[in-house]
């Protein structure tokens, strides 16, 4: 039984935070704005992203297993989109949001570029495209 406004509160919040943490990883974050601007195979997002086949296809699957993205097969390889048209909205109202806030996200001593995004987690980056992971 949940006692307190502060619990319930935690309770209700808890899909969007995770919604938010899912698209926290810059590789995952690179790849959801990838396919937010059309569907694409494996391979594809290799080769546009810089990033090694083998965090690709984990990504995918962690997207997938959130519900975010969807894969149907093409020959022999799988061609994956976003299952939420929603998500590119919430992208280009992120982008307005840094656009409106200029540094001040990346100055944040928390979570921007001068600090840490948390324990153990690796700093922010001002750039969206992630290369070399």
Do not use: N, Y
Not at 54 to 72: F, I, Q
Not at 88 to 100: F, K, P, S, Y
């Amino acid at each position: 039984m949940i006692t307190s406004d502060t619990e319930l509160q935690r309770v209700e919040l808890a899909p969007a935070v995770a919604l938010f943490r899912s698209l926290a990883d810059p590789a995952r974050l690179a790849i959801v704005r990838r396919l937010a601007g059309g569907q694409a195979r494996v391979v594809d997002l290799v080769g546009e992203l810089g990033l090694a086949q083998a965090t690709v296809s984990a990504h995918l699957a962690c997207l997938r297993e959130c519900g975010l993205v969807a894969s149907r097969p093409v020959g022999r390889a799988s061609l994956f989109r976003l299952t939420r048209p929603e998500l590119g909205e919430l992208l280009a109202a992120a982008e307005a949001v840094l656009a409106a806030t200029g540094s001040a996200v990346a100055l944040c001593p928390a979570w921007g570029t001068a600090g840490s995004a948390g324990p153990g987690a690796r700093p922010a980056r001002k750039d969206w495209k992630v290369s070399g992971e």
